[in-house]
């Protein structure tokens, strides 16, 4: 694949063309929008990143990272991805580009890892040449590995000062170590680009603690964004049966997972002592019943001038696109978007560089929309 300054010129000001279905016209509270498919036949898709001349590299869980043009071809899968677990809810899952991939060409992509003990979620890097994958380094391995198939998180999102946060699953048998620092089940982690770790890591003067570990208490997060306002780090996560959450990710923050929730066990029943407990964080949104939240990220464009700094977040179970508007740290209003148009499973989010928005459903047979304003 070949880059060039005017493709990454053009790539700002175009959008991806129709490639497939009559665009869909869906009314919202902002006004009208128009829902077009550039992409499908996708199996799983789990993360998007866009690369600069407009193509979007795509990951489906089944272990293929592809590159998907702007003229909405689909090309073969990328070589030389590390062996992954492709099982259950695990496989191939974030991706995002280096915040200087225009001269490095580095990606970062996190995946389930097979390991002793089971498998667990890892993050490697990689430079992008053509349709291969070289020089791919693993920089993060979630300790210790468990045999399951469930809860791995992740997303990635880079901070503001360049070091890299993974959100991370309590692999669902594993759920009371979310609540112990000596392991990264349930736990988000921040890490330097080479997968060193920050000195100012709250846990790093702990005894005993895993310094990599920015906050615990979690369940499984497969949403994250930084504020653009606040700079800081917000993380979604599914609650088991109600209870999904939105939480402003502060460092040492404790979450509350498994002894607060808002949700109970499949089938009913309590988990835990209740919904508040002194030194455990309150959600900063959440949802009873679970919505099933998926990625999400904070609006910065100009296509949506009504839409600016607002949360779109993917749901899984709804099916459908929320918008939430904030005051400062608190959400005061939802929009569901999408509900009967679409009728698949939304997973990931992002906006394009032309300021228009990219959903992808989680189906084996799914598609990559573009969402623009009528």
Do not use: C
């Not at 699953?169 to 609540?179: L, N």
């Amino acid at each position: 694949m070949k880059y060039s300054l005017l493709a990454a010129a053009l790539s700002l000001s175009l959008a991806l063309p129709v490639a497939h279905a009559k665009p869909v016209e869906v009314k919202t509270e902002a006004g009208t929008i128009q829902v077009n498919v550039i992409a499908e036949g996708l199996e799983n898709v789990w993360g998007m990143a866009f690369l600069p001349d407009g193509s979007i590299l795509v990951n489906e869980r089944a272990g293929r990272m592809r590159v998907v043009t702007a003229d909405g071809k689909i090309g073969k899968p990328l070589t030389g991805l590390p062996e992954i677990v492709a099982q259950g809810q695990g496989g191939l899952l974030d991706v995002v580009t280096a915040p200087d991939f225009a001269t490095s060409k580095k990606i970062y992509f996190s995946y389930s890892e097979p390991g002793k003990g089971g498998n667990s979620t890892a993050v490697s890097s990689a430079t992008l040449n053509g349709n291969a994958l070289e020089n791919v380094t693993r920089v993060f391995s979630q300790q210790p590995k468990v045999n399951s198939n469930n809860h791995f998180g992740s997303r990635l999102v880079w901070a503001p000062d360049g070091t890299l946060f993974i959100t991370l699953g309590d692999r669902y048998s594993e759920k009371d170590k979310a609540q112990t620092l000596d392991n990264h089940q349930g736990k988000v982690v921040r890490i330097n680009a080479d997968g060193s770790v920050p000195k100012d890591n709250p846990f790093v003067k702990t005894p005993g603690a895993l310094p990599e570990i920015w906050s615990f208490g979690h369940r499984n997060m497969q949403g994250a964004a930084i504020n653009p306002i606040t700079k800081e780090l917000w993380t979604g996560e599914h609650g088991p049966q109600g209870g999904d959450e939105l939480n402003i990710d502060r460092a040492a923050k404790n979450y509350g997972w498994p002894v607060i929730t808002y949700g109970e066990n499949y089938g009913g029943g309590k988990i835990g002592e209740g919904t508040h407990k002194d030194g455990m964080e309150q959600p900063t949104y959440k949802w009873v019943p679970s919505i099933a939240t998926a990625g999400f990220i904070f609006y910065t464009g100009d296509k949506f001038p009504q839409w600016k700094n607002n949360i779109l977040l993917a749901s899984l179970r709804e099916q459908t696109l929320v918008r939430l508007v904030l005051d400062g740290d608190k959400i005061v209003k939802e929009e569901r978007m999408l509900q009967k148009e679409i009728g698949q499973r939304l997973r990931s989010i992002v906006q394009g560089p032309d300021g228009l928005i990219y959903l992808a459903t989680d189906e084996g047979k799914g598609k990559i929309l573009q969402v623009s304003p009528r």
